[in-house]
């Protein structure tokens, strides 16, 4: 079966109470016990802020694929009339995404919603309504009209509406065996078409050692000064907490003067101060009963532990979640002896009348009187705790599923496959029949938006983030990936993906589509088109090639929202080095990176250029802890080699010529990237100055533009004496005229204290070139024992490593790099496309 589980139940205001876990844990145990049968999770885009959580949740016993969200306009909440065109709207386009899934049922974990937020459920309102099973937790706002509906017209509505649909479902799962008779005897629900799949715990909730400091600090933190009596849930009107303080009030004064009454919990303001006034009335004070406002789920655990009693006087409950989590934690428990309250606490003795405060209070004085039953109350607890699961309640659940649809299959009543696109014409024009009159002036066209992104298509698209190389093209070693990959991307894209290239700008929020500056790349004719934002779907994908620190910063936000609606995030990363060794850097680099690395690890994945780089992402994320939810993919890759195959730049200068010939009548030593304090130019020009000095007939090209903080050693190349004769500088060349300089060179000197990959040595490898290379990890990585290394700083360092180099190549014992391993563009590019789960070429 695939069975679709919708979980508003935990996205909506329940999601702060019982209803909110129980529809999460439910659901974690289906899918934990779900055997042969597909489960998909359906979420609702207006509560952005809990997709996240909820896709954590499910993080390693789901596949993200399988948790869906669909996309309506709000707000849609039921108890302002003015959303009633965007409710109804929101209600069929629900109905038309999950029909598009094709489930054989779809599970409601709380149908109850949408009166104050953005909820959205219904059955039956289009004539593909999927099979239905809702959690039905109780009928109380029914059964209790003169409390729950005649003073709240705005209420009754909307509360009727559900009831409408819930006499619509194929399948109720009551919560307890109480609910399940409400539902027969109210709604006169067949016997065999609800069942009772009963509640568990989470298990956070257990009987814990709490150390004499923690307790302390507990205690000073909500005002309690003495042994307590603990009371925890909601705060409506049958909770009766009034009729829980006036029964304390009717304790003896010697309980009273030994046990506080601890309220414990969030609560409304207005149900604070209404509590606040009656225990003033009453002749009591805080040093009597605390109030503790919210608490948090460790000081629940703390507070359920430390408890001498726990007391539960609620009038009417579905199920009575807090008592099941005090008895979890060990807990002596008495409660109300109707509805669902005995089927949860199974001890009679434990019983007491809701709607007598002083039988509330004579069960308070015979347990906190006899250390027998005390006792007797706390072993009771944990063994009865010990029979409600949500393995259980889920078994039950998935059993229920599995007779149902035999059933239907028996009666032929098969489910056709829906696709959602011969539904949409359907639904349009649904919708545009609805009264417009609370429709606002964009409705429409956001609505539209919204269902062509809940459609999902066989061919995907596969965003790539090109924003710097739009902007411009440094011509750096980034940009050469950005060009390679981009290209390969273009030529051989993935199976059933379509490439997309995209760009952000500092001024809006989004990305575009690059459809401008792709007519250039791919040197089409330029029609004017223009740059639209782009318009993403589920199980598109995005991918960040290149760098923009700034741009792609600020578009953190956005990378979560693709997120949520199930499109997958990755980044490259180059480098690591601005945080690692800001000294080679400019003073506002070190923050920039930071935080733009930081951003990244809030995505999908990270794909880095090495193992080098990977292994200190790794160790630099261990210590910077960032706050984020889903484990983090880091991989890493190596970048291609062949030049050809990078969108490579063409042209020579008129003095191309002259230049090579100087080169081939002596021994070439070339170093290859952007002149900067971390690349060791100066070093290097230092050391060949001194063995020009001694008469050496060698040398020394720099290929590289100008980078930051070099003005010194720039001016002292432009002004040296050996410039043209043996010092050489290309500052922006084109590949072309690169190509024909390693082709005239005789060795590479790599002498960089840090890189990302180190692409100068696979381009020295494909041309035959030998290296010498610096002693540091990413160079090893690359080069194995095909390059020859040196250590240190000074200028004589690379001396030594020359001359040494001479020597052994007159003898022929150098390394030779023509052995070293390298990935063309292509390989490179599958490498990427297998790290972010795409298919690759066999």
Same mark, same amino acid.
């Given at each position: 079966?695939?069975?679709?589980? #919708?979980?508003?139940?935990?996205?909506?205001?329940?999601?702060?109470?019982?209803?909110?876990?129980?529809?999460?844990?439910?659901?974690?145990?289906?899918?934990?016990?779900?055997?042969?049968?597909?489960?998909?999770?359906?979420?609702?885009?207006?509560?952005?802020?809990?997709?996240?959580?909820?896709?954590?949740?499910?993080?390693?016993? *789901?596949?993200?694929?399988?948790?869906?969200?669909?996309?309506?306009?709000?707000?849609?909440?039921?108890?302002?009339?003015?959303?009633?065109?965007?409710?109804?709207?929101?209600? *069929?386009?629900?109905?038309?995404?999950?029909?598009?899934?094709?489930?054989?049922? +779809?599970?409601?974990?709380?149908?109850?919603?949408?009166?104050?937020?953005?909820?959205?459920?219904?059955?039956?309102?289009?004539?593909?309504?999927?099979?239905?099973? +809702?959690?039905?937790? #109780?009928?109380?706002?029914?059964?209790?009209?003169?409390?729950?509906? %005649?003073?709240?017209?705005?209420?009754?509505?909307? $509360?009727?509406?559900?009831?409408?649909?819930?006499?619509?479902?194929?399948?109720?799962?009551?919560?307890?065996?109480?609910?399940?008779?409400?539902?027969?005897?109210?709604?006169?629900?067949?016997?065999?078409?609800?069942?009772?799949?009963?509640?568990?715990?989470?298990?956070? /909730?257990?009987?814990?050692?709490?150390?004499?400091?923690?307790?302390?600090?507990?205690?000073?933190?909500?005002?309690?000064?003495?042994?307590?009596?603990?009371?925890?849930?909601?705060?409506?009107?049958?909770?009766?907490?009034?009729?829980?303080?006036?029964?304390?009030?009717? *304790?003896?004064?010697?309980?009273?003067?030994?046990?506080?009454?601890?309220?414990?919990?969030?609560?409304?303001?207005?149900?604070?101060?209404? /509590?606040?006034?009656?225990?003033?009335?009453?002749?009591?004070?805080?040093?009597?009963?605390?109030?503790?406002?919210?608490?948090?789920?460790?000081?629940?655990?703390?507070?359920?532990?430390?408890?001498?009693?726990?007391?539960?006087?609620?009038?009417?409950?579905?199920?009575?979640?807090?008592?099941?989590?005090?008895?979890?934690?060990?807990?002596?428990?008495?409660?109300?002896?109707?509805?669902?309250?005995?089927?949860?606490?199974?001890?009679?003795?434990?019983?007491?009348?809701?709607?007598?405060?002083?039988?509330?209070?004579?069960?308070?004085?015979?347990?906190?009187?006899?250390?027998?039953?005390?006792?007797?109350?706390?072993?009771?607890?944990? %063994?009865?705790?010990?029979?409600?699961?949500?393995?259980?309640?889920?078994?039950?659940?998935?059993?229920?599923?599995?007779?149902?649809?035999?059933?239907?299959?028996?009666?032929?009543?098969?489910?056709? @496959?829906?696709?959602?696109?011969?539904?949409?014409?359907?639904?349009?024009?649904?919708?545009?029949?609805?009264?417009?009159?609370?429709? =606002?002036?964009?409705?429409?066209?956001?609505?539209?938006?919204?269902?062509?992104?809940?459609?999902?298509?066989?061919?995907?698209?596969?965003?790539?983030?090109?924003? =710097?190389?739009?902007?411009? !093209?440094?011509?750096?070693?980034?940009?050469?990936?950005?060009?390679?990959?981009?290209?390969?991307?273009?030529?051989?894209?993935?199976?059933?993906?379509?490439?997309?290239?995209?760009?952000?700008?500092?001024?809006?929020?989004?990305?575009?589509?690059?459809?401008?500056?792709?007519?250039?790349?791919?040197?089409?004719?330029?029609?004017?088109?223009?740059?639209?934002?782009?318009?993403?779907?589920?199980?598109?994908?995005?991918?960040?090639? #290149?760098?923009?620190?700034?741009?792609?910063?600020?578009?953190?936000?956005?990378?979560?929202?693709?997120?949520?609606?199930?499109?997958?995030? $990755?980044?490259?990363?180059?480098?690591?080095?601005?945080?690692?060794?800001?000294?080679?850097?400019?003073? !506002?680099?070190?923050?920039?990176?930071?935080?733009?690395?930081?951003?990244?690890?809030?995505?999908?994945?990270?794909?880095?250029?090495?193992?080098?780089?990977?292994?200190?992402?790794?160790?630099?994320?261990?210590?910077?802890?960032?706050?984020?939810?889903?484990?983090?993919?880091?991989?890493?890759?190596?970048?291609?080699?062949?030049?050809?195959?990078?969108?490579?730049?063409?042209?020579?200068?008129? !003095?191309?010529?002259?230049?090579?010939?100087?080169?081939?009548?002596?021994?070439?030593?070339?170093?290859?990237?952007?002149?900067?304090?971390?690349?060791?130019?100066?070093?290097?020009?230092?050391?060949?100055?001194?063995?020009?000095?001694?008469?050496?007939?060698?040398?020394?090209?720099?290929?590289?533009?100008?980078?930051?903080?070099?003005?010194?050693?720039?001016?002292?190349?432009?002004?040296?004496?050996? *410039?043209?004769?043996?010092?050489?500088?290309?500052?922006?060349?084109?590949?072309?005229?690169?190509?024909?300089?390693?082709?005239?060179?005789?060795?590479?000197?790599?002498?960089?204290?840090?890189?990302?990959?180190?692409?100068?040595?696979?381009?020295?490898?494909?041309?035959?070139?030998?290296?010498?290379?610096?002693?540091?990890?990413?160079?090893?990585?690359?080069?194995? =024992?095909?390059?020859?290394?040196?250590?240190?700083?000074?200028?004589? #360092?690379?001396?030594?490593?020359?001359?040494?180099?001479?020597?052994? @190549?007159?003898?022929?014992?150098?390394?030779?790099?023509?052995?070293?391993?390298?990935?063309?563009? =292509?390989?490179?590019?599958?490498?990427?496309?297998?790290?972010?789960?795409?298919?690759?070429?066999?």
């Amino acid at each position: 079966m695939r069975i679709v589980i #919708d979980l508003q139940g935990a996205q909506s205001g329940s999601r702060h109470r019982g209803i909110g876990r129980y529809s999460l844990a439910l659901a974690r145990a289906m899918v934990l016990n779900k055997k042969d049968h597909e489960i998909i999770i359906a979420l609702n885009s207006l509560f952005p802020e809990t997709i996240e959580p909820i896709r954590t949740e499910f993080e390693g016993i *789901l596949p993200q694929e399988n948790i869906r969200v669909w996309h309506a306009v709000g707000p849609v909440h039921a108890f302002d009339s003015s959303n009633e065109w965007r409710k109804n709207t929101a209600e *069929l386009i629900r109905e038309t995404f999950l029909a598009s899934l094709n489930p054989d049922i +779809v599970h409601i974990t709380s149908l109850f919603e949408g009166f104050g937020d953005n909820a959205v459920h219904s059955i039956g309102r289009t004539p593909f309504s999927p099979p239905t099973a +809702v959690t039905f937790y #109780d009928l109380i706002p029914l059964i209790q009209k003169d409390t729950y509906l %005649k003073p709240n017209p705005h209420f009754k509505k909307p $509360f009727y509406e559900k009831i409408g649909h819930l006499e619509k479902a194929n399948l109720l799962l009551a919560i307890s065996e109480s609910s399940r008779q409400e539902a027969i005897q109210y709604l006169h629900t067949q016997e065999d078409s609800i069942i009772n799949i009963s509640a568990a715990a989470d298990s956070h /909730f257990q009987k814990i050692t709490i150390d004499p400091k923690t307790e302390t600090a507990l205690y000073k933190k909500f005002g309690i000064n003495r042994k307590f009596i603990m009371y925890s849930g909601a705060t409506d009107d049958r909770k009766n907490h009034i009729g829980l303080i006036n029964a304390y009030l009717l *304790l003896p004064e010697d309980i009273r003067q030994n046990y506080q009454l601890a309220l414990v919990g969030g609560l409304p303001l207005d149900h604070r101060s209404r /509590f606040e006034a009656h225990i003033k009335s009453c002749g009591l004070s805080d040093m009597d009963i605390v109030i503790t406002g919210r608490v948090s789920d460790d000081e629940l655990l703390q507070f359920y532990n430390l408890c001498a009693l726990y007391v539960f006087p609620s009038q009417h409950e579905g199920f009575g979640l807090p008592v099941l989590e005090a008895m979890s934690c060990g807990a002596a428990v008495i409660g109300s002896n109707n509805t669902s309250i005995p089927e949860v606490i199974g001890f009679n003795e434990a019983l007491f009348d809701p709607y007598s405060e002083e039988s509330i209070a004579q069960k308070i004085t015979q347990v906190l009187s006899n250390d027998i039953l005390l006792e007797q109350l706390k072993q009771h607890s944990i %063994k009865q705790a010990a029979k409600f699961t949500w393995n259980r309640s889920a078994k039950i659940a998935m059993n229920s599923f599995e007779e149902w649809h035999a059933n239907q299959q028996i009666h032929s009543k098969t489910i056709p @496959n829906i696709s959602i696109t011969d539904n949409n014409s359907w639904l349009i024009n649904e919708i545009a029949h609805l009264n417009p009159r609370s429709r =606002e002036a964009n409705d429409w066209l956001s609505t539209a938006q919204s269902i062509a992104r809940n459609e999902t298509k066989e061919t995907k698209q596969l965003f790539v983030d090109i924003s =710097e190389l739009v902007q411009r !093209d440094g011509r750096t070693g980034v940009q050469r990936v950005v060009r390679s990959v981009l290209h390969q991307l273009l030529i051989n894209p993935p199976k059933n993906y379509t490439i997309e290239p995209i760009f952000a700008t500092n001024e809006k929020q989004g990305y575009f589509y690059a459809k401008s500056f792709m007519q250039q790349f791919m040197n089409q004719e330029a029609n004017n088109i223009k740059d639209e934002p782009i318009d993403y779907r589920f199980g598109d994908l995005f991918l960040g090639l #290149d760098m923009q620190h700034h741009i792609q910063t600020k578009q953190a936000a956005f990378y979560q929202e693709l997120r949520r609606s199930g499109i997958k995030v $990755f980044f490259i990363l180059h480098d690591l080095l601005p945080v690692l060794s800001p000294k080679f850097f400019p003073k !506002d680099t070190f923050l920039d990176h930071k935080k733009w690395v930081l951003t990244l690890a809030d995505t999908d994945g990270i794909l880095c250029v090495s193992k080098t780089v990977a292994t200190e992402l790794t160790e630099w994320l261990e210590e910077q802890k960032p706050m984020r939810q889903r484990p983090l993919m880091i991989g890493w890759f190596h970048n291609g080699a062949d030049i050809t195959n990078s969108v490579p730049s063409m042209g020579l200068p008129n !003095d191309a010529s002259h230049t090579l010939n100087l080169l081939n009548k002596a021994p070439t030593f070339l170093s290859v990237g952007t002149i900067e304090p971390r690349k060791g130019q100066v070093q290097t020009l230092r050391a060949f100055e001194a063995m020009w000095q001694n008469g050496s007939d060698i040398n020394l090209v720099f290929v590289g533009k100008q980078g930051w903080d070099v003005e010194p050693i720039i001016e002292h190349i432009k002004k040296h004496s050996e *410039l043209g004769k043996h010092l050489f500088w290309m500052a922006n060349i084109s590949d072309e005229y690169l190509e024909k300089i390693y082709e005239s060179s005789t060795c590479l000197i790599a002498a960089s204290e840090g890189e990302g990959f180190g692409l100068p040595l696979i381009e020295a490898a494909q041309h035959g070139i030998p290296i010498i290379a610096r002693n540091i990890p990413v160079f090893k990585e690359v080069a194995g =024992e095909y390059a020859y290394y040196f250590d240190g700083l000074a200028p004589q #360092d690379i001396i030594n490593a020359v001359t040494l180099w001479l020597m052994l @190549n007159e003898k022929k014992q150098i390394p030779l790099s023509h052995n070293i391993p390298w990935n063309t563009w =292509e390989q490179s590019t599958q490498q990427i496309l297998k790290l972010i789960t795409l298919e690759t070429k066999s």
